[in-house]
Every structure is written in structure tokens, then in C-alpha cells.
């Protein structure tokens, strides 16, 4: 190993990761002064989001693979990577754009989209480093997990080293503020300052770190002598719960709805804690023959976690479609069950000789996970566009309702391919037999975001405002005051038809209510609750709705029956769910006549 004084860098190299990291801060100022001036590329999100992936990804790539700044595989590198990241990026503004009608900025598909081709360039940037130190495409096992510990550090390091830097400068400036000189909080407030600094900082951290390799050494150990400890507590949960399992039945696993995730996230702690403690060294592991025997038996029956987490997950699918966070779940699920049947079949194969079957087989399985990674950032198997047609399907072959559809869902979730996938049902023989459809998606394309509603309907013409509701009993006229309220503040219930139900019921006594139920996303648990006295219609207050959730959620329809509970309070019930009035304070200045 090499020590403390002994730098991996050359002068050139070193020096070319600080230039590197400034020229990515500066090209990342530019493309924020282009948002902020609404010039291109920002006007075409497709160019804009390209950039942006070339200007973030490729200088990571380089901070963590780069050996040496004169190799002459860094131009190979260049030509294959950046053309990747360019499409990459090109495909995600596509989907802001590329149906046509322009959407909404989404975050989530910008950190999905970052997170996952970060992961891969971590691991392309592991084995490109590797072959510029060997100059063999044959890769050391153990030359790529030293390596995979030393990029992992560094990161953590640089932004731990970026964050203190900051905590500084804020400091710096709120000092200053306060004895009235706010010049130096204003200037690190200022996008000019922001991006170089931060490069430079970072630039220079990163030289600093990747020069102390004793330092990385150091930490590397300590964490290996932690999951060392920690390794076959990880392996006796994994035996215990699965031990557990013939007594206690599976019924329980489907109820909690997070069954995949908790299962998931513990072959991912097992697996990461046994590469990390048993693949250095094979011929000597670094525990007792029983311990190792237990952890080597934990490692046997991840296929069986894997085989119910996949179980659980599909019935999830199975009972509401395919969804971006399903689909992710599944492949990250498909990813581990990779490693974790492989590592059994190795087991069982080559017993003694497991730990270095294991090893090859993680070279490979690093590159399906890496190019996993990238495709499903690709139109080939980009999973908003799976989920579009899922969700479509279920609602052409009336598995879901065209009431309860999330139409805002395809709309504002599934970028362009969501998009499409409204625009045929809007143009469907289904959507012609179910004229409800086509007004709601018409209603939907309309909204600029997920939480605007604007009105489709005249609000001065009371029949056509009285047509938007669901009226619960069917013969039941809404009164002329309360299509007054209604109309006056209601563009939720007003932009989309039969999204919202008003219910008549009578009190014991005999008094006129209208509850005012919103359909969020298929459960009726709120609303508003409305008097009718002598004529006088009023507004008592808000709807809740205890007990009432998704696994006991109302099914409001035209044959729905309330009846007021036996007890102090006013609330009623169908059957499924209480809906308790809770008057608020403008009700009760009415009856006192306060102001």
C-alpha cells in the first residue's frame, strides 16, 4: 500500500482536475444564467437537460477514473461517455417536451436521473481507472474493491470538505451582518461567486484527498472492522425472520403494503456487508468456522427473501397497475436477485472455493448493473412509458373506474409518454362511449400543474355548474344557494366533471344537510358540510372522516345511504366510514352573531 508521502497524481493530472473542476463550475453558471434569462438552451429543455449531463457527468467520471491527466485513454473515455450522457440528458428534456404540449418542471425525474447514471458512472469510472493502471483489460478483483472504497471515501470526504467550506462562508457573511456590512452574505449569495468558488474548493479538496491515500486507507479500515462486527448480526435477521416465517404465515408480510422495500433493503445490507468483509481475501476468512458457517447460510437463503419480496411487489402490480416507483422496485429487485442466486449457486457449487467464484462473478454483475442503469434512462426501456400504458390499460379494461382514474397522474408524473398515452384514450372508442373520459383528460391537459384546477364550466349558467357534481340520491335537486357557494370558490369541483360528490342526507331531526365530498385520488375522506335551514343555506365546516382510509376507504355512489350516528356529535355513516361535522369559527360567530 502506498504511504502517506506518495501521491497518485502528477503534477499535470493534479493541476488538471482543478482547471476540470473550474470549467465545470463556470459551464454550470452559464446554464443557470441561461435559465434565469430564459435563453437557450434553457428554452429547449432538450438541449438544456443535455448539457447539464454533460457538464455534471462527464468531469465526475474524471474525478474518480482519471490516473493520469496525458493517458491517452481519457480521449476514448471522452467519445464514448460524453455522447452517452448527451442522449441521456437529451431523452430527459425529451420528455418535458416531446409530446407536444410543454410540462411542468419535474425535480423527481432529475434526481432519479442523476442518482442512477451517478451509480453507474461510479462503477464505469472504477474499472476505467483500473485498466489505465494496468493497461489490461483483465481486471484485479482486489485492485477494484480497494478502489470502489477509495472513490466511495472520496466523495464522502470532498462533499464533507464542500460542506464545512460553506458553513464557513455563511458564518463569514452573518457576522458581518450583523454589525451592519452585508456585502459579503450578498456576494456568496450571487450565482457568479456560487458556481467557481464551489469548483475551485472542490477542486482542490479533491487533489488534496486522492493524495492522502493513507488517510483513505485508514478510514477504509475502520469501517471494514465495523461491518466485520456487524456482519452476522445482518445474517442471523436474515435467518431468524425467514425461520419465522412457517409460524407466523406470509398473510401478514402483503397487509403492511412495504413488505418489498424492508426486505429488499436487507439483502442490500447483507450483500454489501459480505463483499466488503469476505472478498478481500478468500483463503482466509476473518471469522470463526461456526460465525463463517452463519454468515454463509444467510447468503444461502437470500434467494428465498428475494423470491418473496418479488411476491410481494406483484401483488401490488397485480391490484394497482404498474407505477415509475413499482417498476423501479422491481428492477432494483431483479438487480438483487442477481447477486443473491448467484451467490447461492456458487455456494453450493464450489463450497470452499465460493469466495473467488464470488468475486468473478461480481466483475460481471457490476457491468449488468451499470448498464441496467443507463438503459432504463433510455426511449428503450424507460419506465414512464411502461407505466403509461399499464395505468391506460386498467382503465380500458375497467379495472379502475373513470371517476377514480389519476388522470393528473399520466398528466404531470409520466412526462411525455403520459402525455401521449391521454391524448389516444382522449381520441378512443372508449372515450366516445364514456363521454366522462374525454372531459376529464380534456380538463386535465388544460392545467399548467398537478395542483391547478381551473374551471371548464360557465359559472353564471347554474345548470351546467349542477352538471359537474355527482348528486347523491340521483333525484335530488341542489338548491339555488348552495350552487351559489358553489360556484363563487370551488375550481377544484369546477375542472373536472363528477370529481366531486354532493350528498343529501337528513338529520334525525329531520334537518337538511349537503356534504361535499373531493375525490383525492379515489378516497372520498374530505369535504364540506352545508345546512339547509328554512332556506338559509350555510356552511357548518369541514368533513373528516376517522377510521376511513385505503384499506376501509368510502365507495360514494349513486345508491349510497347515510345515517347520523348516536352520539353528541354530528356524523354520519354508509357503512365503511364515519364522516364527523366539524363546524368552524365563522359558523359559530353566525349563531352567536358576533363578528
Known amino acids: ?23 465545470q463550475g463556470f459551464a454550470l453558471y452559464l446554464l443557470h444564467l441561461s435559465i434565469d434569462h430564459e435563453a437557450w438552451p434553457a428554452t429547449d429543455p432538450r438541449w438544456l437537460m443535455a448539457f447539464y449531463a454533460l457538464a455534471g457527468g462527464l468531469p465526475v467520471f ?10 491517452r485513454r481519457n ?7 460524453g455522447p452517452l450522457l448527451f442522449g441521456l440528458g437529451w431523452h430527459l428534456g425529451w420528455l418535458r417536451w416531446g409530446a407536444g404540449l410543454e410540462l411542468p418542471d419535474r425535480p423527481y425525474f432529475t434526481f432519479i436521473f442523476f442518482v ?27 485492485q477494484l474493491l480497494e478502489h470502489s472504497w477509495q472513490h466511495a471515501l472520496t466523495l464522502a470526504l470532498l462533499g464533507l470538505f ?15 451582518d450583523i454589525i451592519g456590512i452585508s456585502f459579503f452574505e450578498e456576494l456568496f449569495e450571487e450565482p457568479i461567486f456560487l458556481y467557481p468558488a464551489s469548483a475551485f474548493v472542490g477542486g482542490w479538496g479533491l487533489v488534496l484527498i486522492r493524495e492522502r491515500i493513507r488517510l483513505v486507507a485508514t478510514v477504509q479500515s475502520m469501517c471494514e472492522v465495523l461491518i466485520k462486527a456487524l456482519l452476522p448480526l445482518a445474517a442471523l435477521i436474515g435467518i431468524l425472520f425467514l425461520g419465522a416465517l412457517p409460524f407466523t404465515g406470509v398473510a401478514k408480510i402483503w397487509e403492511t403494503g412495504h413488505a418489498a422495500l424492508l426486505m429488499m433493503s436487507l439483502a442490500i445490507v447483507l450483500l454489501f456487508f459480505f463483499n466488503s468483509v469476505l472478498s478481500e481475501n478468500p483463503e482466509h476468512p476473518p471469522y470463526p468456522r461456526w460465525m463463517h458457517s452463519l454468515v454463509m447460510f444467510g447468503v444461502l437463503l437470500l434467494p428465498l427473501n428475494s423470491l418473496l419480496a418479488a411476491w410481494a411487489l406483484g401483488l401490488r402490480i397485480e391490484q394497482y397497475g404498474l407505477t415509475v416507483d413499482r417498476l423501479w422496485a422491481a428492477t432494483i429487485q431483479l438487480l438483487i436477485a442477481g447477486f443473491t442466486f448467484s451467490y447461492s449457486v456458487l455456494i453450493l457449487m464450489k463450497r470452499a472455493r465460493a469466495l473467488g467464484a464470488i468475486q468473478s462473478a461480481n466483475k460481471v454483475l457490476a457491468f449488468v448493473v451499470a448498464g441496467v442503469l443507463i438503459l432504463v434512462n433510455t426511449p ?39 402525455v401521449m398515452e391521454l391524448t389516444k384514450l382522449q381520441d378512443s372508442e372508449f372515450a366516445r362511449q364514456t363521454p366522462l373520459v374525454a372531459d376529464r383528460i380534456d380538463a386535465v391537459l388544460k392545467q399548467d400543474n398537478r395542483w391547478q384546477h381551473k374551471s371548464v364550466v360557465d359559472r353564471n349558467d347554474h345548470q351546467a355548474v349542477a352538471d359537474m357534481f355527482m348528486v347523491i340520491p340521483r333525484e335530488a335537486a341542489i338548491p339555488e344557494p348552495l350552487l351559489d357557494i358553489l360556484t363563487n370558490d370551488n375550481d377544484y369541483c369546477l375542472s373536472s366533471p363528477k370529481q366531486c360528490q354532493l350528498v343529501r342526507t337528513l338529520s334525525r331531526d329531520g334537518e337538511v344537510y349537503w356534504l361535499l365530498f373531493t375525490n383525492r385520488h379515489g378516497s372520498y375522506i374530505s369535504g364540506t358540510a352545508y345546512s339547509d335551514d328554512s332556506g338559509t343555506m350555510r356552511a357548518i365546516g369541514r368533513l373528516s372522516s376517522p377510521g376511513c382510509h385505503e384499506s376501509n ?4 355512489n349513486e345508491n349510497t345511504k347515510l345515517a347520523q350516528v348516536e352520539s353528541p356529535f354530528v356524523a354520519f355513516t354508509d357503512g365503511q366510514c364515519f364522516y364527523l361535522i366539524q363546524p368552524d369559527i365563522d359558523y359559530f360567530r353566525g349563531l352567536t352573531g358576533q363578528p
Open 1 to 23: 500500500m502506498e504511504t502517506h508521502d506518495q501521491s497518485r497524481l502528477d503534477t499535470v493530472s493534479r493541476y488538471g482536475l482543478i482547471v476540470l473542476a473550474v470549467v
Open 62 to 71: 474524471f474525478y474518480l477514473g482519471l490516473e493520469r491527466a496525458k493517458e
Open 75 to 81: 480521449i476514448w473515455a471522452v467519445a464514448m461517455i
Open 116 to 142: 442512477s447514471v451517478g451509480v453507474s458512472l461510479f462503477i464505469l469510472a472504477l474499472f476505467f481507472r483500473v485498466w489505465c493502471i494496468n493497461h489490461t483489460p483483465r481486471f484485479d478483483y482486489r
Open 162 to 176: 464542500l460542506g464545512t467550506f460553506w458553513l464557513l462562508l455563511i458564518l463569514w457573511g452573518a457576522l458581518f
Open 380 to 418: 428503450a426501456a424507460d419506465m414512464r412509458a411502461w407505466a403509461a400504458e399499464s395505468q391506460a390499460n386498467r382503465l380500458l379494461n375497467g379495472e379502475v373506474e373513470a371517476d377514480a382514474f389519476d388522470y393528473n397522474y399520466l398528466r404531470f408524473k409520466l412526462g411525455a409518454y403520459g
Open 553 to 556: 376507504k368510502a365507495e360514494l
